[in-house]
């Protein structure tokens, strides 16, 4: 089954304390990104990637790193969490970034920081 | 930078009742793209619009691109309490800016 995947699904953590959460697609997808939504602001682009080894900055990345070495893998880091950061989180993917694409959305990943 | 924005934010409807979310940009898109979130679910594509006044249609769903490419909607006749959740309208890919939602609700 054509899917992306995130783990965990749900996170609690301390201020400070390092953290991943896992993206994988079987799409064979060249774009991937990250997004996270917050009440009334709908869903903001932390990161995307158009390919591996190639990640952009999106509207709010302060915090936040990704990597892209695996075009399957698109793991979204948070060296050091603060509470601002408690979110649902989606990864995405589509076929090539392209303006027409069709985004594939992850189950989400529900952060909270204390 | 881009700005989508939707509105209303929020939308409660008695079933049987139409419903519409409305969404607009500060520049001309290229495309468009609407998506649904069901409650503790994820964005799911629903459909894209591209020319200038297009309009498609989904069964009681009809979704419309402005003639300036700056607008769009979407209508919903007669709802029904499977059509509950979050609709998002969602400006060009690369550039991908999406706008806050609308919620909608729909009492039995």
């Known amino acids: 089954e054509a899917q992306v995947t995130q783990n965990p699904r749900y996170l609690i953590t301390v201020t400070g304390k390092k953290l991943t959460v896992t993206c994988s697609q079987n799409?064979?997808?060249?774009?991937m990104s990250w997004y996270r939504q917050d009440p009334g602001l709908g869903l903001r682009q932390i990161y995307y990637?158009?390919?591996?080894?190639?990640?952009d900055k999106g509207d709010v990345p302060e915090g936040y790193k990704v990597s892209r070495k695996e075009k399957r893998n698109f793991p979204l880091i948070l060296e050091s969490p603060s509470p601002n950061q408690t979110s649902l989180y989606f990864c995405?993917?589509?076929?090539?970034?392209?303006?027409?694409?069709?985004?594939?959305f992850g189950p989400g990943t529900r952060l909270t920081v204390l | 930078g881009q700005q989508v924005m939707q509105i209303p934010q929020y939308q409660h409807v008695q079933e049987g009742e139409d419903f519409t979310t409305y969404c607009n940009s500060s520049?001309?898109?290229?495309?468009i793209q609407w998506y649904k979130q069901r409650p503790g679910g994820h964005p799911v594509f629903l459909i894209q619009?591209?020319?200038?006044?297009e309009v498609k249609k989904q069964k009681r769903l009809t979704f419309q691109f402005g003639e300036a490419k700056k607008n769009s909607s979407l209508h919903i006749t007669a709802t029904q309490t499977t059509d509950v959740g979050t609709y998002f309208c969602?400006?060009?890919?690369?550039?991908?800016?999406f706008g806050a939602g609308t919620r909608l609700t729909v009492k039995p």
């Open positions: 995405a993917s589509s076929s090539t970034g392209a303006r027409t694409d069709t985004q594939y």
């Open positions: 799409m064979n997808h060249e774009y």
């Open positions: 990637s158009m390919n591996v080894e190639v990640t």
């Open positions: 520049t001309t898109l290229s495309n």
């Open positions: 619009l591209v020319k200038s006044g």
């Open positions: 969602a400006g060009p890919h690369n550039d991908m800016r």
